[in-house]
Nanobody
């Protein structure tokens, strides 16, 4: 059974940082593209960042480029989202997603392309 468990969310002030973690189980970690998405109240789920299965390629939404960093640790089977200089508009539930892919160069940005999802972790940024 595949499970993705996120952690690291919280309530912070604008300008602060958080590190989100996601630990998939039941998958061969190195065969999966990993992504982070977020959904704010009343809005659609949106792509935040993605990393290819081998870790050499990353893609970011324009709204977080230069502030967020996605990375993965194969020894710990964990993917991270380092969020810096947080803004109130970053407030959302953040979801981790996994997509099986043997094309090592690809990163996926559309939520229907992902196979598995975590339960989400809340990030609240106050001004």
């Amino acid at each position: 059974q595949v499970q993705l468990v996120e952690s690291g969310g919280g309530s912070v002030q604008a300008g602060d940082s958080l590190r989100l973690s996601c630990a998939p189980s039941g998958v061969t970690f190195s065969s999966y593209v990993m992504g982070w998405f977020r959904q704010a109240p009343g809005k659609e789920r949106e792509f935040v960042a993605g990393i290819n299965s081998r870790g050499g390629s990353t893609v970011y939404a324009d709204s977080v480029k230069g502030r967020f960093t996605i990375s993965r640790d194969y020894a710990k089977n964990t993917v991270y989202l380092e969020t810096n200089r947080l803004k109130p508009e970053d407030t959302a539930v953040y979801y981790c997603a996994a997509k099986f892919n043997v094309n090592v160069g690809r990163v996926f940005m559309r939520s229907p392309e992902y196979d598995y999802w975590g339960q989400g972790t809340q990030v609240t940024v106050s001004s």
